[in-house]
C-alpha cells in the first residue's frame, strides 16, 4: 500500500521521482483509506477523530482560502499553534496552495516568534485559541502579516475560522505545483553556528525521508502513533507525521509529557510506535519502576529478579522482555513496541533498561538541515550505542584532523539536504561547501558501519593537561542516574588561572524529587 503512490516511484540508487510537481500529498493521502481515522485527538469525552477524507477535505478549504484571498505560490504562511489535528490540516492546506509552510514553536519568547514572523516575511499565520493572543497584541510589530486563520472558533474581526469555511460550500480552486526542488518549509532552528535561521527544505528532500523511514522501520497501516514533541520540529513532522501518513498509519496528539498519561493515552489509541526524544523515554522508565516499587515486597523482588534475568538473556540474544513482564505491556495496551528515539543522544543504560522490558527501541541521528534523518537502527539491523546506519542515498563521511584521529567532524551529502538558510548566503556558504554538509557533530564509525556520536565541535572542553572532553559523554553518565532530572555540563575557565590553561568541568544538576522519599527531602 502506498498512500503517495501518485507522487514518487520505487526508491533505487538515484532516488529519481516520477513527477515534477509539488508534494501534493492531499489528493494522493486518501487511496482506499477514505474512512480510516488519520488523525486524533484526546478529549474529555475520549477521542476527537479525523478520518483520511476528512483531513482531504479540510485541508482542500484551506487552500481555496489561501488562493481566493490572493496568496501567491511560494508565499511564506506561519503555523503558530499546539500539537492538534488542525495543525496538519493548516500545514496540508498550505503545500496544496503551493505555498511554504513556516512552523514555529509556540513557547518561544515573543521576541523570536515576532523575528521569525519578519525574518520569513510570512503573509498569514495560521494560529489557536491558544496562541492567537500572541499575534494580536503584537500586530504593529508584523508589517508584512495580511491575515490570520484560526483553527478554533472565533468572534475575532480581525481572523477567519476554519470552522467557518468548512461550513460554507466552496469552489474548488486549483495552482499547478512547483518542482520538487522548491522549497516546501522553512523551519527556524539556532543551527549550527548557533544564530537563529531559517532552514529551506524542498519536496525532494521530505519524499526522500518518508518513504526510506517508513521502508527502513517498516512502518505500516497496521501501525498506530502517539504524537507528542513539538510539530515545530522536523523529526515530529517527518517521522511523526509525514510518514505515519505516508503508510496509513493513524496518529493521536496528546497535549502532555507526564509519562502515566502517555501511557494511558497509549493504551487506549492502542498505539504501536512513537517518536521520542531521551528525556521522554527515561520518564517512562521510571514511571515503571516507580509501579513497581508500590507493589507488595514479594512482587517487587519477582520484579528486580525477571529484570535482571531478562538483561541476562539479552547478551545472549534472547529477547524475553514482553514474556517476563506481560502487566507492563498491559499499561500500554499490548500492542506498543517501539519507540524511535531522536533528538538528543541516548544513554545506553536507558536503552538497555527498556529493551529488558520487552520494547524495541531505535535510535537515530539527524538534523534540522537534513530534513531531519541521517542515520538511524533498523529492527533487523542495530547496535545499541550508535545512531545506526545511514539512510540508503546518503553519503556520511569523517573528516579527521589526522589519520591517526578515531573521530572527527561529520559531514553529509543526500537528497535530503537543505536548499539552504532563507535569504542568508552566508551562513548557508559556511555549512554546505561543495555540496557537503558540515554538521558541527563529532563522531566515528565503528567496523560494523554503525554511527556513533561523540559530541559537538563548539562545546568540546581542553583540559589544562591538553585532554578533550565532550560535556555530552558526562551527561550521559551521570544522567543514568534516576536521581538526576537534567544535567547540563559545560567548561569555565578557573579564575585563580590564566586564560591559556584550559577549562574544569562543571555541572548543573536538577534533582528528580519524584525518585526522593518524603525523608529524605530538604525543606
Known amino acids: 500500500m502506498k498512500i503517495l503512490r501518485n507522487l514518487a516511484n520505487s526508491m533505487n540508487a538515484t532516488v529519481e521521482y516520477r513527477l515534477g510537481a509539488n508534494l501534493d500529498f492531499i489528493r494522493s493521502l486518501v487511496g482506499h483509506h477514505r474512512e480510516k481515522i488519520a488523525l486524533r485527538m484526546v ?3 475520549g477521542f476527537r477523530d479525523v478520518s483520511f477524507q476528512d483531513l482531504k477535505e479540510a485541508a482542500e478549504t484551506v487552500a481555496d482560502f489561501f488562493i481566493g484571498a490572493g496568496i501567491e505560490k511560494d508565499t511564506r504562511i506561519a503555523i503558530l499553534c499546539e500539537n492538534r489535528p488542525e495543525w496538519a490540516i493548516g500545514f496540508f492546506g498550505i503545500i496544496s496552495a503551493a505555498c511554504v509552510a513556516v512552523p514555529i514553536d509556540s513557547k518561544l519568547s515573543i ?4 523575528f521569525i514572523l519578519n525574518d520569513s516575511c510570512a503573509v498569514c499565520a495560521v494560529v489557536s485559541d491558544a496562541t492567537a493572543g500572541i499575534i494580536l497584541s503584537h500586530r504593529e510589530k508584523l508589517p508584512h502579516l495580511k491575515l490570520i486563520l484560526s483553527v478554533d472558533d472565533t468572534r475575532e474581526s480581525s481572523m477567519v475560522s476554519v470552522n467557518r469555511l468548512l461550513a460554507q460550500k466552496s469552489e474548488r480552486k486549483t495552482r499547478p505545483g512547483g518542482g520538487l526542488d522548491e522549497t516546501a518549509i522553512i523551519i527556524y532552528t539556532s543551527g549550527t553556528t548557533g544564530v537563529s535561521k531559517g532552514v529551506e527544505l524542498n ?19 497496521n501501525d498506530s502513533f502517539v504524537s507528542v514533541l513539538p ?30 498519561v502517555l501511557m494511558e493515552t497509549i493504551r487506549k489509541s ?3 510506535m512513537m517518536i521520542s526524544v531521551p528525556a521522554v523515554l527515561k520518564g517512562f522508565r521510571n514511571a515503571i519502576f516507580r509501579m513497581a516499587e508500590r507493589q507488595p515486597i514479594i512482587k517487587r523482588r519477582i520484579f528486580k529478579g525477571f529484570f535482571y534475568l531478562s538483561r541476562f538473556l539479552m547478551r545472549m540474544g534472547i529477547r524475553s522482555g514482553r514474556f517476563l513482564f506481560p502487566q507492563v505491556h498491559r499499561k500500554f495496551g ?12 541516548l544513554d545506553i543504560g536507558l536503552e538497555e533498561d527498556l529493551e529488558a522490558l520487552g520494547f524495541c527501541i531505535l535510535q537515530g541521528y539527524g538534523l534540522t538541515e537534513a530534513s531531519p534523518v541521517v542515520s538511524v537502527n533498523t529492527p533487523k539491523k542495530k547496535k545499541r550505542g550508535s545512531v545506526g546506519i545511514p539512510l540508503k ?5 569523517i573528516l579527521k584532523q589526522s589519520p591517526s584521529d578515531g573521530e572527527g567532524e561529520i559531514v553529509i551529502t543526500g537528497p535530503n539536504i537543505m536548499k539552504g538558510y532563507f535569504n542568508n548566503p552566508e551562513a548557508t556558504k559556511g555549512v554546505l561547501k561543495n555540496g557537503w554538509l558540515h554538521t558541527g557533530d563529532i563522531g566515528y564509525f565503528d567496523r ?36 538526576i532530572k537534567e544535567i547540563c555540563a559545560f567548561g569555565k575557565k578557573p579564575l585563580q588561572k590564566p586564560a591559556d590553561k584550559g577549562e574544569e568541568v562543571v555541572a548543573v544538576i536538577v534533582p528528580n524529587l519524584d525518585m526522593f522519599s518524603e525523608n529524605e527531602r530538604c525543606d
Open 334 to 345: 499490548g500492542r506498543f513496541w517501539c519507540f524511535v528515539s531522536g533528538g538528543a543522544p
Open 231 to 260: 510539530l515545530s520540529h522536523m523529526l515530529e513532522i517527518t517521522g511523526g507525521l509525514l510518514s505515519p501518513l505516508y503508510a496509513g498509519s493513524t496518529v493521536t496528539y496528546c497535549g502532555t509529557l507526564r509519562a502515566d
Open 393 to 397: 542515498g546518503i553519503s556520511v563521511r
Open 448 to 483: 560494523g558501519g554503525f554511527l556513533h556520536i561523540s559530541g559537538r565541535i563548539k562545546n568540546m572542553i581542553v583540559l589544562e593537561d591538553g585532554r578533550k572532553v565532550f560535556p555530552e559523554e558526562l551527561e550521559h553518565t551521570l544522567g543514568r542516574s534516576p536521581y
Open 203 to 221: 519536496y525532494r528532500g521530505l519524499l526522500y525521508e518518508v518513504e526510506t523511514l517508513v521502508r527502513s522501520i517498516g512502518i505500516s497501516e
Open 270 to 272: 492502542s498505539a504501536t
Open 43 to 45: 478529549s474529555r469525552d
Open 111 to 114: 521576541q523570536e516568534i515576532i
